[in-house]
């Protein structure tokens, strides 16, 4: 790997960590203000929508500037974001900063890669980097859940903190300053040399620039496929963070705490399935991972009929000093093994997608492309997420309808790709006569 690569890595894994701990330290606000339940979704929903919106300019900045200084500006407002939430302001207006910060930044670090890399090099750059982002997921819920935990508010009741008055103040004021590491380390990026016409400066044309971005990306047969699936699962995977925070609550008994630990575990999973695919997926093999979407799925509907009651009252084993309870185990397996087929799936599908849009578009036109698409994904399914809250459906049922919509979606993906190579099979027998 080029110079630089693994100080992207650093700068992706310490800006990811301070994302998954400040949306558990998010919800925890709105938890603190006892906000009904259908409110957490739309704290996504508000972060999300800068990706929709802003689609057509963010990938115009990336390009406009350095990608390391565009990651630096978008630490900076993420950081802001925590400075508000900090001031009291509501947390789904300032989540919404964050969020701003969130859309600049993807471009910059996915189109970044294409800058530094061969083609050869991107399925395991992939790896690399849902590694670890993967791996911060997990250390920044595990990390959110301890600072929002009961021992970190009976310490902050012993010995108070300037303007932060609960536990989720405490997590604010740290990954405020943890945004602000992740600042300097984009700054030790070297320059990639890359160079783009400074589209901001034709702000009405950018639009227009997007639109023929994203027909490009969906007439091409390849990118139209790793569009759909990884769109899919993103949205998909959005939704599954809130779902599993309230699954493990109702189903499991789970304080929000413990329940973000059970979310980070997922992402040991991911780890893997992104080491497996990295290891035996080359590119040319790239759509021969489409099933194992079927399978999350599959094993997401699996999910929805598991509970603590399966288990006989007071099982476990002994761990040192901690209690485990079987169905708490048995939990986390299935957690790891959604992670290991969601990884498994979508470094393959990331890299065709980044492969295809950098020759077609700019990287950063294809990235925001890209992020427009799965981020429409997820305010859709975080909206309905939220509409069956509001009508009290159980979290089984909502579970089971979340499972069934991919595994349907999913399969329609396969037909389709399967009819795209039967159209490029007929044209060239014909070209062969």
Same mark, same amino acid.
């Given at each position: 790997m080029k110079k630089g690569f693994y100080t992207i890595i650093a700068a992706q894994f310490v800006s990811s960590l301070a994302d998954n701990a400040l949306l558990i330290a998010a919800i925890a606000l709105l938890r603190d203000t006892h906000s009904a339940p259908w409110v957490t979704p739309l704290l996504q929903i508000f972060f999300t929508i800068s990706y929709v919106v802003l689609a057509p300019f963010v990938g115009a900045f990336a390009d406009a500037l350095q990608k390391r200084h565009v990651m630096f500006i978008s630490n900076a407002l993420k950081a802001g974001g925590c400075l508000l939430m900090i001031g009291s302001v509501h947390p789904m207006l300032a989540y919404a900063m964050v969020g701003v910060g969130a859309a600049a930044y993807s471009p910059a670090k996915y189109g970044i890669m294409t800058e530094l890399l061969p083609a050869s090099k991107l399925v395991v750059a992939n790896a690399w980097l849902e590694s670890a982002t993967v791996l911060s997921t997990i250390v920044g819920t595990m990390i959110g859940g301890?600072?929002?935990? $009961?021992?970190?508010?009976?310490?902050?009741?012993? $010995?108070?903190?300037? &303007?932060?008055?609960?536990?989720?103040?405490?997590?604010?004021?740290?990954?405020?300053?943890?945004?602000? &590491?992740?600042?300097?380390?984009?700054?030790?990026?070297?320059?990639?040399?890359?160079?783009?016409?400074?589209?901001?400066?034709?702000?009405?044309k950018l639009v227009g620039v997007f639109r023929h971005a994203l027909v490009v990306l969906w007439n091409d047969k390849l990118a139209q496929i790793a569009l759909w699936v990884t769109t899919l699962l993103w949205g998909s995977a959005v939704t599954l963070q809130l779902l599993v925070l309230k699954w493990a609550n109702v189903q499991l008994g789970m304080s929000l705490s413990d329940a973000a630990t059970l979310q980070g575990v997922t992402g040991l999973g991911i780890a893997a399935g992104a080491g497996w695919a990295a290891a035996r997926v080359p590119m040319r093999n790239a759509f021969k991972v489409l099933p194992v979407g079927l399978l999350v799925g599959v094993v997401t509907i699996c999910m929805a009929f598991y509970h603590r009651d399966l288990f006989p009252a007071g099982s476990g084993f002994q761990l040192g000093p901690w209690r485990v309870p079987y169905y708490v185990t048995f939990a986390f397996v299935e957690m790891i093994i959604v992670g290991t087929l969601a990884g498994f799936f979508v470094v393959p599908m990331n890299a065709v997608l980044q492969h295809r849009g950098a020759e077609l578009l700019s990287a950063g036109h294809s990235i925001a492309v890209q992020n427009f698409n799965q981020n429409l994904a997820v305010l859709l399914m975080l909206g309905?997420?939220?509409?069956?809250?509001?009508?009290?459906?159980?979290?089984?049922?909502?579970?089971?309808? &979340?499972?069934?919509?991919?595994?349907?979606?999913?399969?329609?993906?396969?037909?389709?790709?399967s009819l795209n190579q039967r159209e490029d099979d007929a044209v060239a027998a014909q070209l062969g006569d």
């Open positions: 301890a600072l929002i935990s $009961d021992t970190v508010s009976r310490w902050l009741t012993a $010995d108070p903190w300037p &303007f932060v008055h609960s536990a989720a103040g405490i997590a604010m004021v740290v990954m405020m300053l943890v945004y602000a &590491f992740a600042g300097l380390l984009n700054m030790g990026i070297p320059d990639t040399g890359a160079r783009y016409v400074n589209r901001l400066r034709e702000p009405r309905l997420y939220a509409l069956l809250l509001k009508w009290d459906i159980a979290i089984q049922w909502i579970i089971v309808l &979340f499972g069934v919509g991919v595994v349907s979606l999913m399969w329609l993906a396969m037909v389709r790709h």
